[in-house]
């Protein structure tokens, strides 16, 4: 197996480390909004026959 | 000899752009415009809609609104570069590149028209995805460069949003949401030529045609003042159709009497610092405009709608 060192790949300055993570953080709440609209608009669509599944 | 092109470093470059930079890709000043006007569209037609539903179509439309300015944002990258107006743009700014420009501008092209086709029905997600085609194809990529008209036929990708939202609604396109249409459209011209009158070395610069640098700038301003002719009593029709109040029809009115001033204003003006003046004035005013002929829309409708709720 290859040993890693500190070396080996891109190392990302300090600025380009803090962007990333601005970048998922963002990513990952529009994610998030699309999974509660869309639950939500299910909720909404289905109305009362939510309740009313053959079993 | 270098390995790599000055195109491949672009590629290879890390990103360092923030949340900030991509939401400026949206356009957030042309999105606002569009949230309006698309709610507008949406109130118009007399038809209840569940709040969440018609809440999630804005927000789809508007996505997909500021999506087509990513698009245009990727692909005028060059352009923009050497205007004064979009130099610090984004992508000519180099915080973001071409290539994420795209991708962002393809993704969210793609999220907003199927979750507009999934919340509210496939002729809006039709008619969004049509809008973004236009303002991203046609002109963006072909009239833009092209012909002195691009922002009089382009400017109905802008136009769209009432007629998308409208649909959203009712599912089909109603009288009342072309005429909304019609509005904007015939709006565009003099409220874009208003800026690029004092842009005509910019545009000359990046080789767009605009009116002003082809015709000239006294052919542009009859232009101006033709349009807003028709402008002024269109803003009036939605009242004469009974789809607005009386009260938004006085204010139609009036507020369209006072750009025809404006417009007249800058057809008449003597010499070039007066007309950069009342050109300034118009641009500003058109705004206004066309913010208080929708806003009154919306504002009307909602009270009736609360006003039905509470009884």
């Known amino acids: 197996m290859t040993e890693h060192n500190d070396t080996d790949g891109v190392r990302l300055t300090p600025e380009q480390a803090k962007s990333r993570r601005a970048r998922n953080i963002a990513i990952g709440l529009a994610v998030g909004l699309l999974v509660v609209i869309f639950y939500a608009v299910t909720i909404v669509k289905l109305g009362p026959g939510i309740l009313h599944r053959p079993m | ?311």
Request: aromatic fraction near 10%; charge should be neutral; hydrophobic fraction near 60%.
């Open chain 2, 1 to 311: 000899m270098s390995l790599v092109t000055g195109h491949e470093v672009d590629d290879l470059r890390i990103s360092v752009a923030g949340p900030k930079d991509f939401f400026a890709l949206l356009k957030p000043s042309v999105m606002s415009l569009v949230i309006l006007t698309a709610l507008a569209g949406m109130m118009i037609e007399p038809v209840p809609v569940h709040p969440l539903i018609g809440f999630v179509s804005l927000l789809a439309i508007s996505v997909g609104a500021g999506a087509s300015g990513a698009l245009n944002m990727w692909y005028d990258a060059d352009i923009d570069a050497v205007m004064g107006r979009t130099a610090s743009r984004p992508v000519p700014s180099g915080r973001v590149t071409a290539q994420e420009a795209l991708a962002f501008g393809l993704i969210l092209s793609t999220i907003s028209v199927l979750t507009l086709g999934l919340v509210a029905n496939w002729l809006a997600a039709a008619l969004l995805a049509f809008t973004i085609f236009f303002y991203a194809v046609v002109y963006t990529m072909w009239l833009k460069r092209w012909t002195p008209q691009n922002i009089v036929i382009g400017g109905a990708a802008g136009a769209l949003p009432p007629i998308v939202a409208c649909a959203a609604v009712t599912g089909s396109v109603s009288l009342a949401s072309l005429v909304l249409f019609a509005i904007i459209f015939v709006w565009t011209p003099p409220h874009f030529w208003a800026l690029a009158i004092g842009k005509v070395s910019d545009y000359g610069r990046a080789g767009i045609p605009m009116m002003p640098n082809v015709k000239g700038e006294k052919h542009t301003r009859f232009e101006m003042l033709l349009y807003t002719m028709v402008l002024a009593p269109l803003g009036v029709v939605p009242a004469l159709l009974g789809q607005a109040s009386f009260v938004y029809g006085v204010i139609a009115a009036v507020s369209g009497a006072g750009m025809l001033w404006l417009a007249v204003d800058v057809w008449r003006a003597p010499d070039p610092a007066v007309m950069a003046k009342a050109c300034k004035k118009l641009f500003g005013y058109s705004i206004l405009y066309l913010f208080l002929l929708f806003g009154v829309i919306v504002i009307e409708n909602t009270v009736s709608l609360l006003l039905r709720v509470l009884a």
